[in-house]
């Protein structure tokens, strides 16, 4: 599971990944737009080309911690998706909800391509 925000070693929720391994720090592949929902919560959003690579962690999940712990606990304007990392492989994430008239305001910032950093910044 790629992991981009609060969930990630350091941040408030990373107490959701319980003792899931971490297998890599990585980036996306350069396709995708990332959002600061209300300034809250991280959405990657996957425009093909012209996107950036995003800051991130791999996490070896199992399905139940996944299904009874992590995924309760996401922003309703998020859905499990799949993502290209940088090596061109696959992996579970949260992206932005498709067609979803509740989400809240957005804030693009693709150019920080890291929640860490935007976080530091405000």
């Known amino acids: 599971m790629f992991l981009n925000g609060t969930a990630m070693s350091g941040g408030a ?3 959701l990944v319980g003792g899931a391994e971490l ?7 350069k396709r995708y737009r990332f ?3 209300d300034g809250s919560y991280p959405g990657l959003e996957d425009v093909g ?3 950036a690579a995003i800051e ?5 999940l199992s399905y139940e911690q996944l299904r009874e712990v992590l995924l309760p606990g996401e922003p309703a304007g998020l859905e499990l998706g799949v993502i290209e990392l940088a090596d061109g492989s696959g ?3 949260m992206v932005l909800r498709r067609e979803y008239p509740k989400l809240p305001p957005t804030e693009d910032i693709s150019e920080l391509a890291s929640w860490r950093t935007y976080l530091a910044g405000r």
């Open 13 to 15: 929720d990373h107490h």
């Open 56 to 60: 991130g962690e791999v996490y070896e």
């Open 23 to 29: 297998v890599a720090r990585t980036t996306t592949a």
């Open 35 to 37: 959002h600061a929902v």
């Open 91 to 93: 992996s579970l994430a």
């Open 49 to 51: 080309s012209g996107g």
